[in-house]
């Protein structure tokens, strides 16, 4: 066991974790160089596209050290998205040390103290490391200063690295090597094992992904797991070397993965511990914090008999990802769907992606809102995410909505321009700190209504993407709510309503009154399109008729013979318009979702 480490790379987005991963897999000579391929960890399509990583990834590195002993080096690849950090407290619960990789011209940013945070609370050995020494830009100097002065690191044992032209890859594997502590555990005591992460394969079922505190583990075995009893005899053990590696035994200290044919995605919970039936361990491993979704929207398919593809695909999704959260939801506009809790708006994105790509579905979704409290007349008090169970105005005494507490990190010059953002969306501005000569942190509190709905673009454009943001929910704060509902043709559909702050629900209204009439196609008749809040209309755009001339053959002679004609072509637009049925395209509910921006 002295010679397995179990360690994982965190890092603010963009740092270069995943190319240094590619870095040391190359180094340890795990993928010959004909099958190699950039961000090999990454095996979804859409991290390939989009250049983030969504899922932890885990791989097991055999490297020979230059003292002469073999070691076995654990590494677990995490996300740097702020949407992402339940992926990495998983991740961190599993190791015993962490590379803190920081950006040699980008310094110190928001989530690397976030992230740092979180390694400190589950006593991780942490190792900084500067990365991207390669640029013209690089001034590993200030990064120093950093390091100690906003991480209160040591400075002098920072490695210094670039990982996209491979220096100092060595220095890595040496450093993981001598400077993290290698795991402990009795491999002869009953079986101990975090879950931290499982995936799904339609051929072998569900896969569990887990580290072993103690014990050890094998085919045949008979595992439980803690939170619900189940069992299962186990088919297959093995690590992770990019493919599966079957092994006789897995024991202490080490991460591996189990096939036990776990048809159910539901019995595997990430944070859950595995014993074995006959002889089980007293205590279960304390788990991860529990996820908290913070944004809601719904989720229909666009032709209701595809339904059934969605509740598959759903409940094969929420394996690979345990932080999504769904209940089932009807609409008299779209038919049945699910009502889904996400970790942000880069999440909702995602989860509809993989749904679309991975499960070939066409889907709507509604637009997205946070979790609302209301306390009613009798002091009773309820808490909505959806539009659609927003009761009568007249019973609620007052409402309230969640705060964050968000920070920024931005270069001085920016300073105005990220305080006119923040105060346009009812921030409070409760205090900054210069953390050198010319960065600073900006501390604000958010109502996380005004985050959720384009805040991230407008925060990285004004700031020429120099800003770092990163958030922690606070409490709730007495709001003025309102519903606003869109009206097309006079009827209301409810998948276009919004809970909006009373001062922000004009502006809402009309842009989501413009978006539609660019998106409805014209029609015999003419289309109204309203946003109301009860009663009292607030905005409108009209859809404008086809028209069809009638008074073509009508040349010359009197003017009432015209009239006549355009008069009896009113009367059937009236009547056409009594029993017309507006088709809204799935296009137009997309185009609610996306901001100006966008």
Same mark, same amino acid.
């Given at each position: 066991?002295?010679?397995?480490?179990?360690?994982?790379?965190?890092?603010?987005?963009?740092?270069?974790?995943?190319?240094?991963?590619?870095?040391?897999?190359?180094?340890?000579?795990?993928?010959?160089?004909?099958?190699?391929?950039?961000?090999? +960890?990454?095996?979804?399509?859409?991290?390939?596209?989009?250049?983030?990583?969504?899922?932890?990834?885990?791989?097991?590195?055999?490297?020979?050290?230059?003292?002469?002993?073999?070691?076995?080096?654990?590494?677990?690849?995490?996300?740097?998205?702020?949407?992402?950090?339940?992926?990495?407290?998983?991740?961190?619960?599993?190791?015993?040390?962490?590379?803190?990789?920081?950006?040699?011209?980008?310094?110190?940013?928001?989530?690397?103290?976030?992230?740092? $945070?979180?390694?400190?609370?589950?006593?991780?050995?942490?190792?900084?490391?500067?990365?991207?020494?390669?640029?013209?830009?690089?001034?590993? @100097?200030?990064?120093?200063?950093?390091?100690?002065?906003?991480?209160?690191?040591?400075?002098?044992?920072?490695?210094?690295?670039?990982?996209? @032209?491979?220096?100092?890859?060595?220095?890595?594997?040496?450093?993981?090597?001598?400077?993290?502590?290698?795991?402990?555990?009795?491999?002869?005591?009953?079986?101990?094992?975090?879950?931290?992460?499982?995936?799904?394969?339609?051929?072998?079922?569900?896969?569990?992904?887990?580290?072993?505190?103690?014990?050890?583990?094998?085919?045949?075995?008979?595992?439980?797991?803690?939170?619900?009893?189940?069992?299962?005899?186990?088919?297959?053990?093995?690590?992770?070397?990019?493919?599966?590696?079957?092994?006789?035994?897995?024991?202490?200290?080490?991460?591996?993965?189990?096939?036990?044919?776990?048809?159910?995605?539901?019995?595997?919970?990430?944070?859950?511990?595995?014993?074995?039936?006959?002889?089980?361990?007293?205590?279960?491993?304390?788990?991860?914090?529990?996820?908290?979704?913070?944004?809601?929207?719904?989720?229909?398919?666009?032709?209701?008999?595809?339904?059934?593809?969605?509740?598959?695909?759903?409940?094969?999704?929420?394996?690979?990802?345990?932080? +999504?959260?769904?209940?089932?939801?009807?609409?008299?506009?779209?038919?049945?769907?699910?009502?889904?809790?996400?970790?942000?708006?880069?999440?909702?994105?995602?989860?509809?992606?993989?749904? @679309?790509?991975?499960?070939?579905?066409?889907?709507?979704?509604?637009?997205?809102?946070?979790?609302?409290?209301?306390?009613?007349?009798?002091?009773?008090?309820?808490?909505?995410?959806?539009?659609?169970?927003?009761?009568?105005?007249?019973?609620?005494?007052?409402?309230?909505?969640?705060?964050?507490?968000?920070?920024?990190?931005?270069?001085?010059? $920016?300073?105005?321009?990220?305080?006119?953002?923040?105060?346009?969306?009812?921030?409070?501005?409760?205090?900054?700190?210069?953390?050198?000569?010319?960065?600073?942190?900006?501390?604000?509190?958010?109502?996380?209504?005004?985050?959720?709905?384009?805040?991230?673009?407008?925060?990285?454009?004004?700031?020429?993407?120099?800003?770092?943001?990163?958030?922690?929910?606070?409490?709730?704060?007495?709001?003025?709510?309102?519903?606003?509902?869109?009206?097309?043709?006079?009827?209301?559909?409810?998948?276009?309503?919004?809970?909006?702050?009373?001062?922000?629900?004009?502006?809402?209204?009309?842009?989501?009154?413009?978006?539609?009439?660019?998106?409805?196609?014209?029609?015999?008749?003419?289309?109204?399109?309203?946003?109301?809040?009860?009663?009292?209309?607030?905005?409108?755009?009209?859809?404008?008729?086809?028209?069809?001339?009638?008074?073509?053959?009508?040349?010359?002679?009197?003017?009432?013979?015209?009239?006549?004609?355009?008069?009896?072509?009113?009367?059937?637009?009236?009547?056409?318009?009594?029993?017309?049925?507006?088709?809204?395209?799935?296009?137009?509910?997309?185009?609610?979702?996306?901001?100006?921006?966008?």
């Amino acid at each position: 066991m002295k010679n397995i480490r179990n360690f994982s790379i965190i890092a603010h987005i963009d740092h270069g974790k995943s190319t240094l991963s590619d870095r040391l897999i190359q180094a340890t000579n795990l993928v010959s160089d004909r099958d190699f391929k950039d961000q090999i +960890l990454d095996s979804m399509d859409i991290e390939r596209e989009r250049g983030i990583t969504i899922k932890s990834q885990a791989v097991c590195l055999p490297y020979i050290a230059k003292d002469g002993l073999a070691y076995l080096l654990n590494l677990i690849d995490t996300p740097g998205h702020v949407d992402f950090t339940y992926e990495v407290s998983r991740a961190l619960a599993s190791c015993e040390g962490a590379l803190l990789l920081i950006d040699a011209s980008q310094g110190v940013e928001a989530q690397t103290l976030a992230n740092l $945070y979180l390694a400190m609370e589950h006593n991780l050995e942490i190792i900084p490391v500067i990365n991207k020494i390669d640029l013209p830009s690089a001034d590993i @100097e200030r990064i120093k200063v950093q390091i100690e002065n906003d991480l209160g690191l040591d400075p002098e044992s920072a490695i210094l690295v670039s990982a996209k @032209e491979g220096t100092g890859t060595e220095d890595v594997l040496e450093g993981v090597v001598k400077n993290l502590p290698a795991p402990s555990g009795d491999p002869e005591a009953p079986l101990k094992a975090l879950i931290f992460d499982s995936h799904y394969d339609p051929f072998r079922g569900a896969i569990v992904n887990f580290r072993i505190f103690q014990g050890k583990i094998k085919p045949g075995d008979l595992i439980s797991f803690m939170s619900n009893n189940v069992v299962y005899r186990v088919e297959e053990v093995g690590i992770f070397q990019i493919k599966r590696v079957p092994k006789k035994v897995i024991s202490a200290g080490q991460v591996g993965y189990a096939i036990a044919g776990i048809k159910t995605v539901s019995d595997i919970r990430c944070g859950d511990t595995i014993t074995l039936k006959n002889q089980p361990c007293k205590t279960p491993m304390p788990g991860f914090k529990d996820v908290k979704p913070v944004v809601f929207s719904s989720i229909y398919p666009v032709s209701s008999d595809e339904y059934e593809d969605l509740v598959a695909a759903i409940d094969k999704l929420k394996l690979n990802d345990a932080s +999504l959260i769904y209940e089932k939801d009807s609409s008299a506009a779209l038919g049945f769907g699910f009502r889904c809790g996400f970790l942000g708006l880069l999440h909702l994105e995602v989860v509809q992606e993989r749904l @679309e790509r991975e499960y070939g579905l066409s889907l709507i979704l509604t637009a997205p809102s946070v979790r609302y409290k209301l306390v009613m007349n009798d002091g009773s008090t309820s808490i909505i995410d959806n539009p659609a169970l927003y009761p009568d105005p007249a019973m609620i005494e007052h409402t309230e909505e969640p705060f964050i507490r968000a920070s920024i990190m931005t270069p001085e010059r $920016y300073m105005g321009s990220i305080m006119k953002l923040c105060l346009d969306r009812r921030g409070i501005n409760s205090n900054y700190q210069y953390l050198t000569s010319d960065r600073l942190e900006m501390i604000f509190e958010l109502p996380l209504a005004e985050v959720v709905y384009d805040f991230y673009d407008k925060l990285k454009s004004i700031t020429q993407g120099y800003g770092s943001f990163d958030y922690e929910i606070i409490d709730y704060r007495q709001t003025d709510l309102a519903k606003l509902d869109i009206l097309i043709n006079g009827d209301r559909v409810d998948a276009l309503s919004q809970l909006v702050h009373r001062d922000r629900a004009v502006e809402r209204a009309r842009t989501t009154c413009e978006k539609l009439r660019d998106e409805i196609p014209k029609q015999m008749f003419k289309i109204a399109i309203q946003g109301a809040i009860g009663g009292k209309i607030i905005a409108r755009k009209t859809v404008s008729a086809f028209r069809k001339d009638v008074t073509a053959k009508c040349y010359g002679g009197d003017i009432t013979r015209k009239r006549k004609l355009l008069e009896k072509q009113k009367k059937g637009k009236k009547r056409m318009k009594m029993v017309g049925q507006v088709m809204i395209p799935q296009s137009a509910f997309l185009a609610v979702l996306k901001t100006d921006t966008d």
